[in-house]
């Protein structure tokens, strides 16, 4: 049976228990040269928040000590204390005095921080992560598709209009189709005026990005059933029936949802 969607950072579970650290020598070595950082402590959150999320650090796991992991990674003191500061605020790991670096549980980790939702996808989403996360966008999106029908800005519909404009122009997977979806659906989110509708944005592009990553059949193109029911949602917002705007949205995630359970059905097959 298929646990994830992709693979774990470190290339599998870690087997250690909370009584023991994770050995240095172990450490998963996932290149991240390919991508923006802003400064090294920005780098080692990345790297370590990746690793706990993939599984290589367990909850209760304790991290290296220090001395080892600085040497390691070859980085200064502040650096590592700094990308331990941004870990704690996620609530990923908790430290104390004689006692060393833990991983929290993971139900206390911060789940709607972007990189968290981000480091979820890199690690390959399990199953009952993105099953939750579809469930929660049946909750908020109708929602913020009828209050985006009630109050949405000229330009912020605009803005729907042209992701919408997007998605038809690539439908036959010739231009970033994923990204004109995610940008359709977080643009209801924006159109609510309420900015922390919108901050549930990653929320949304974490979901689409990772049944996308499953191979669901919708990641390179787009059906004209499929386009249709994302027309009629903006239909309903232009013509501010709000009413219409819920339940539109509410069938299509029904529909995503369906396709997600079908997915998932296949990979245990498989």
């Keep these: 049976m298929k646990k994830s969607v992709g693979k774990n950072i470190a290339g599998g579970r870690s087997t250690a228990t909370s009584s023991r650290t994770k050995p240095v020598g172990a450490m998963a ?133 042209a992701a919408y404009a997007d998605m038809a122009r690539n439908k036959d997977g010739s231009g970033d189709l994923t990204g004109a979806d995610v940008r359709f659906h977080r643009s209801i989110l924006a159109a609510t005026n309420n900015p922390l509708m919108a901050s549930l944005g990653a929320l949304i592009q974490t979901a689409l990005v990772g049944s996308f990553q499953m191979g669901w059949p919708s990641a390179d193109t787009m059906t004209d059933v499929r386009l249709m029911q994302h027309r009629v949602i903006l239909d309903a917002i232009l013509a501010r029936d709000a009413k219409a705007a819920h339940s539109r949205m509410t069938a299509l995630l029904d529909i995503s949802m369906e396709d997600v359970r079908r997915a998932l059905a296949g990979d245990r097959k498989s």
């Design 29 to 161: 070595r996932r290149p991240l040269t390919s991508e923006p950082f802003r400064n090294i402590h920005d780098y080692l959150s990345h790297k370590l928040g990746r690793e706990i999320v993939g599984g290589f650090y367990q909850p209760g796991d304790q991290l290296p000590n220090e001395l080892d992991l600085r040497d390691h990674l070859s980085v200064s003191r502040a650096a590592l204390r700094e990308a331990y500061r941004v870990l704690t605020a996620k609530r990923l790991i908790s430290s104390r005095q004689n006692v060393g670096t833990r991983v929290r549980p993971s139900s206390e980790w911060n789940m709607l921080d972007p990189d968290v939702l981000q480091w979820h996808l890199d690690a390959g989403l399990s199953e009952a992560f993105l099953v939750n996360l579809f469930d929660l966008r049946q909750i908020i999106e109708p929602a913020a598709a009828e209050r985006a029908a009630r109050v949405g800005s000229p330009e912020a519909i605009a803005e729907i209009e």
